[in-house]
């Protein structure tokens, strides 16, 4: 029997070798692949746990972003109520001080300019700090903390004050230009239908947009001081961050999305408008007011409070919040140099 067997690993040695060959690789490629497996399962394990924490980290931006951003609201109200005080020429009016036809003409071009600086002031402060928002977090999520010092967070947030203090005056009186372009021959008497209140606004924001100083192509003019201060280089940082932050701004991402917010936003106050022209028995295509009932329903539109419905609607918009997720993705990806 044993005689026999030896025979039989004789005759047929290459083929017990070569099954014996193919056991072992089959063996080893089992192992191998197990491996493989259990290290694309680690990864797959460790993509998901750092997109959880970037999804969990960027949430908490976008919290972050929205009470720095409502905490600045009233400021800004603040500021554009005391550039374009409407109040003061209507007291006049109610006291019969003043040429009442001049005063109304100048009620006019307040009232309309006062909403337009509202709406694009609003939507500048948003976009920046979005940005601003979305690069530091996204720059705090790969790197040590210490990389970027809490002083140095406070002043980088603090350039938004350049635009309260220095950037809406300036914007205001580029609006009040436009604003005045449009409406100077647009009679107080004349009869408007919502369509004609529409068709102003659209005047408006055409007109602005072929200003040389228009405030969407031209946001960081506004936004952000153009001769930029030293404070990074003194907290031993680059100022690789500005400047990501002034391109970003004047990116064709960033105005695109500007463009079509600040469309959104006139859509929306012509809605509002609406509501005043409606009748029971009449088409609101057809209803008509004077103009010098529209100027006091748009004086009333942000009025009090107001300015917070006038940011929130920004905050809300898809392409807004889209653009700062873009770029806190690119940012998370990101090291300082």
């Known amino acids: 029997m044993l005689q026999r067997l030896k025979q039989l690993v004789s005759q047929h040695k290459h083929v017990i070798v070569g099954g014996t060959v193919i056991v072992s690789s089959a063996f080893f490629a089992i192992r191998f692949a197990q491996k493989r497996l259990l290290e694309w399962q ?146 107080l008497k004349k009869e408007m239908t919502l369509q004609d209140v529409e068709q102003i606004f659209w005047s408006i924001e055409t007109s602005l947009s072929y200003d040389e100083m228009d405030p969407i192509r031209n946001s960081a003019a506004y936004l952000l001081p153009q001769v930029k201060t030293n404070w990074i280089s003194q907290a031993g940082l680059s100022d690789e961050i500005t400047e990501d ?10 105005i695109s999305v500007a463009y079509s917010c600040i469309k959104k936003a006139f859509s929306n106050i012509v809605d509002q408008i609406a509501g005043h022209f409606n009748t029971a028995d009449v088409n609101i295509t057809k209803s008509v007011l004077p103009m010098a009932k529209i100027v006091p ?41």
């Open 245 to 254: 932050t002034y391109e970003l701004l004047e990116s064709d991402e960033a």
């Open 42 to 187: 680690d990864n797959r394990t460790k993509e998901y746990i750092t997109r959880l924490a970037k999804e969990q980290h960027f949430t908490s931006t976008e919290k972050t972003c929205h009470q720095i951003i409502a905490s600045l609201g009233e400021s800004l109200k603040i500021n554009v109520d005391k550039l374009l005080d409407a109040e003061k020429l209507l007291s006049k009016l109610r006291s019969g001080t003043g040429n009442k036809f001049e005063l109304w003409s100048e009620l006019k071009i307040t009232v309309f300019t006062h909403l337009c600086t509202l709406l694009y002031s609003s939507l500048m402060l948003v976009i920046l700090l979005k940005i601003q928002l979305s690069i530091l977090s996204g720059y705090l999520f790969t790197e040590n903390v210490d990389v970027l010092p809490l002083n140095f967070q406070e002043d980088y947030l603090s350039l938004c004050q350049h635009f309260l203090e220095t950037g809406i005056p300036e914007l205001t009186s580029v609006i009040k230009k436009n604003v005045t372009i449009v409406l100077r021959d647009v009679s």
């Open 297 to 337: 329903i748009i004086h009333t539109l942000f009025k009090t409070g107001g300015n917070d419905d006038c940011i929130t609607q920004f905050l809300l918009m898809d392409k807004i919040n889209m653009l700062g997720a873009n770029i806190y993705q690119a940012f998370s990806n990101k090291q300082l140099h």
